[in-house]
T-cell receptor
Framework: DADVTQTPRNRITKTGKRIMLECSQT?????MYWYRQDPGLGLRLIYY???????NKGEISDGYSVSRQAQAKFSLSLESAIPNQTALYFC????????????FGPGTRLTVL | AQSVTQLGSHVSVSEGALVLLRCNYS??????LFWYVQYPNQGLQLLLK??????LVKGINGFEAEFKKSETSFHLTKPSAHMSDAAEYFC????????????FGKGTHLIIQP
């Protein structure tokens, strides 16, 4: 079984709709992250969380919100989706900072029409 | 702020040839550097990471990278390319100054010619 899972894997929605992407992990890690990937731009950090009470903005948090429901669950929401939020979204987890490895989920491909 | 530059959005090599993917970083503190690989329609997988224990780092699938502080570089190499190495490769630096998360380069698409 995968250690980091994301649902849905693919989603097509319309401009203005609210959408939630979910991430679950069985690795027992405290740190969780949301990134978006755009062709030619690499991955950029949206939000990260050190634990259920500690949420931090990343490089591109505008237009997004997150919820850390439990150690194992970290959700990303788009309150009112817009077409330039069309991207591949990845969740990641890590046990600690510094040299500790971040483990990535399989990604969610989101298309906003 | 930390940043990563990957030279060449696409690199093409022949099967059996040397693979060299370039990465330069900018960091005001000792960097934590990583190389990840992304196969088509998959997530990212760690290839190797620099932990300051050794400047030459060996990773999975025959890849290695050398940390050169004087050149602020962390280039990825593999002596002999295989068709299965075709993928997107990302160099990344871990946050500093209280911040967390990875700062990624824009990626290099490795093409293997038969």
């Amino acid at each position: 079984d995968a250690d980091v899972t994301q649902t849905p894997r693919n989603r097509i929605t319309k401009t203005g709709k609210r959408i939630m992407l979910e991430c679950s992990q069985t690795k027992g890690h405290d740190r969780m992250y949301w990134y978006r990937q755009d062709p030619g731009l690499g991955l950029r950090l949206i939000y990260y969380s050190f634990d259920v009470k500690d949420i931090n903005k990343g490089e591109i948090s505008d237009g997004y919100s997150v919820s850390r429901q439990a150690q194992a669950k970290f959700s990303l929401s788009l309150e009112s989706a817009i077409p330039n939020q069309t991207a591949l979204y990845f969740c990641a987890t890590a046990r600690d900072r510094g040299t500790d490895t971040q483990y990535f989920g399989p990604g969610t491909r989101l298309t906003v029409l | 702020a930390q940043s990563v530059t990957q030279l060449g959005s696409h690199v093409s090599v022949s099967e059996g040839a040397l693979v060299l993917l370039r990465c330069n970083y900018s960091s005001s503190v000792p960097p934590y550097l990583f190389w990840y690989v992304q196969y088509p329609n998959q997530g990212l997988q760690l290839l190797l990471k620099y932990t300051s224990a050794a400047t030459l780092v060996k990773g999975i699938n025959g890849f290695e990278a050398e940390f050169k502080k004087s050149e602020t570089s962390f280039h990825l190499t593999k002596p002999s390319a295989h068709m299965s190495d075709a993928a997107e490769y990302f160099c990344a630096v871990r946050g500093g100054g209280g911040a967390d998360g990875l700062t990624f380069g824009k990626g290099t698409h490795l093409i293997i010619q038969p």
